[in-house]
């Protein structure tokens, strides 16, 4: 549906390179990567709305790259809604009706079926700049899909939203692709909104595409120690491999699958370490002694650091848990793991 080749964007002290993407029919894809690698930049030539320096765009089959966004077939729906302040919200979602061939019938049902299914019965006559931070939301995504596009452009939807707001918009957009069957793009700087809402992904660093692939894939097996950071294996090692194990910072650990011999990295979520004070580390499992470094309450959960030899190793623990071991900053702890839970690349 979307396929970009050798795309390239060139902006004062940045650009986008050599990008190429394929976006299947009826996909929802989502373009991840921290603030400032370029994610919206490539959803906005996608648009229209910046231009390449070099590349091919096709939606639908059909070339885009020098069409103006009028033309592309493509919605778009900000973080920031953009929505028209001077109408109504029955206004702005008919809004670009008349610059598109839909029949009468078919988009007044179509519309109907939007203010219903993204509960704006009950406001369309209202001015949107006395809605919600959720309720402008959903009217932006009643705009875009007014239309009947083939494509549904989203640029981190849900960041400006409080907590209570993103979780209904999630739930939403879950709900939208499921009925439409619209290809949906999304650039998002949190991979918990694209495991939760994309089937593929693409890991964008510094204008460039480092991993793509379907999203569990690219959650549990990152090529790369700066993807597989980003999808939250805060314990990224450089390792050299030896026949079935790799050596770490003087530590030797097993390897679930055959590695060919040589240097690349190892890497374990936080969440797969167990902490214990008196050795209760289940026998299957690889184990390490070393001492609690400091003990950060992130909210729900903390954030223990435990250096073992020369490796600083991350665990997550939830409050309970913690206070029932009652690991300390200071503390000599072991810290243990399955085998299977190691990711060398």
């Known amino acids: 549906m979307i396929r970009m080749e050798h795309l390239d964007i060139v902006l004062p002290g940045f650009c986008v390179r050599d990008v190429n993407l394929d976006v299947a029919d009826g996909e929802f894809f989502a373009l991840i990567g921290p603030t400032g690698s370029g994610k919206s930049l490539v959803l906005e030539s996608v648009a229209g709305l910046v231009p390449q320096a070099r590349g091919r765009i ?3 089959g059909r070339d885009v790259t020098a069409l103006p966004p009028e033309r592309r077939g493509v919605g778009i729906v900000y973080q920031d809604n953009a929505l028209f302040p001077h109408l109504s919200v029955m206004e702005n979602i008919t809004y670009g009706l008349r610059y598109h061939r839909l029949a009468g019938d078919e988009a007044a049902r179509r519309v109907e079926w939007l203010v219903d299914v993204l509960g704006l019965s009950r406001i369309r006559e209202r001015g949107v700049c006395n809605l919600s931070g959720g309720e402008q939301q959903r009217v932006s995504l009643a705009r875009a899909l007014a239309v009947n596009p083939p494509v549904l452009l989203l640029d981190e939807p849900l960041s400006a939203l409080d907590p209570n707001f993103r979780e209904e918009i999630r739930a939403l957009l879950k709900t939208l692709h499921a009925e439409l069957g619209t290809t949906f793009f999304m650039v998002t700087h949190d991979f918990a909104e694209a495991l939760f809402l994309a089937e593929r992904v693409g890991v ?3 204008g460039a595409l480092e991993q793509v692939g379907p999203v569990r894939d690219v959650f549990c097996r990152p090529r790369t120690p700066f993807v597989a950071e980003f999808v939250g294996m805060k314990n990224v090692f450089e390792a050299h491999f030896a026949p079935g194990e790799a050596v770490f910072h003087g530590l030797r650990c097993p390897l679930p699958h055959p590695v060919a011999d040589g240097c690349g990295h190892v890497a374990l979520r936080p969440e797969d370490l167990v902490l214990s004070r008196d050795g ?6 690889v184990r390490y002694e070393g001492n609690v470094r400091t003990v950060c309450d992130l909210g729900f959960v903390y954030e223990v650091a435990v250096r073992c030899g020369s490796a600083d190793f991350r665990a997550l623990m939830d409050r309970r848990s913690l206070m029932e071991s009652d690991i300390r900053s ?7 793991f399955s085998a299977g839970a190691v990711h060398a690349f």
């Open 204 to 206: 964008l660093r510094d």
């Open 280 to 285: 209760g580390i289940p026998d299957h499992y």
């Open 58 to 60: 096709t939606v639908a």
């Open 330 to 336: 200071g503390d000599a702890v072991s810290v243990g």
